[in-house]
């Protein structure tokens, strides 16, 4: 059974820091794209970062670039959102998200079931 476990969500003032993790099982991952996206309370799911199976390309939302880093070791199947200088806003639920093939671009398929992130000012 394939599955997505994130962790490293809580609670976090203004201008810090954060890491959120992702543990993928039952298969391996390593020429998926691997995504993070959040959910604000009342909005849509809204794209955060994303990494390609390589690991050397990554692409992520103006709102966070310069700011979060995505990452991914392929041998232990795991993705990393490193958040910095947050800024104080509604708590979000991160979820970690993987393609459905390797090596070709195609729609995320894979979902964890998000871990709450909030910024307090």
């Known amino acids: 059974q394939v599955q997505l476990v994130e962790s490293g969500g809580g609670l976090v003032q203004a201008g810090g820091s954060l890491t959120l993790s992702c543990a993928a099982s039952g298969r391996s991952f390593s020429g998926n794209t691997m995504g993070w996206f959040r959910q604000f309370p009342g909005k849509e799911r809204q794209f955060v970062a994303e990494i390609l199976g390589t690991g050397r390309t990554t692409r992520y939302a103006n709102s966070v670039k310069g700011r979060f880093t995505i990452s991914r070791d392929n041998a232990k199947n795991t993705v990393t959102l490193q958040m910095n200088s947050l800024t104080p806003d509604a708590p979000a639920v991160y979820y970690c998200?993987?393609?459905?093939?390797?090596?070709?671009?195609?729609?995320?398929?894979?979902w964890g079931r998000g871990t709450q992130v909030t910024v307090s000012s």
């Open positions: 998200a993987a393609s459905l093939v390797a090596y070709i671009p195609t729609r995320y398929a894979y």
